[in-house]
């Protein structure tokens, strides 16, 4: 997993309505990157679910919830529309995981990414990482208002 400290790689990802997201797009501002393994995975629809309930006391702590994993845009669309969320989610489909991988949450031997955060700070270095001992175990919301706070 990347570690605090570094600087993140840049990245351009297709959106949920298929269009191209960079990293570099949020300079300025803070970005947590949310590593998930699949769209309409139970656990997955529980993470996503949370975080939406809360996606307005991160914005107002000045940073953006970024959803990754390697499903396509198309799911995404469905994804986000079935659960009513309003962040953005990218698509790490083809070459399948590669900003994932760059990142160092892809599990090989299941070929998606692992449950993780990353909190990226407005200059584009890594401020804080969390990486779930299992796809499993899903980060409490907490977790980044914890690193929202400590990152100032």
Known sequence: MIAAGERAPDFSLPDHEGNEVSL?????????????PLDFSPVCTDQLSVYQEVVPQIDAAGATLLGISVDSSWAHRAFRERLGLSMTLLSDFEPKGEVIRAYGAYIDEVGHGNRSLVLIDEDGIVRWVHESPTPLEIPGANLIFDALEATG
Do not use: N
């Open 24 to 36: 570099a797009d949020f300079r300025g501002r803070k970005v947590v990157l949310v590593f998930y």
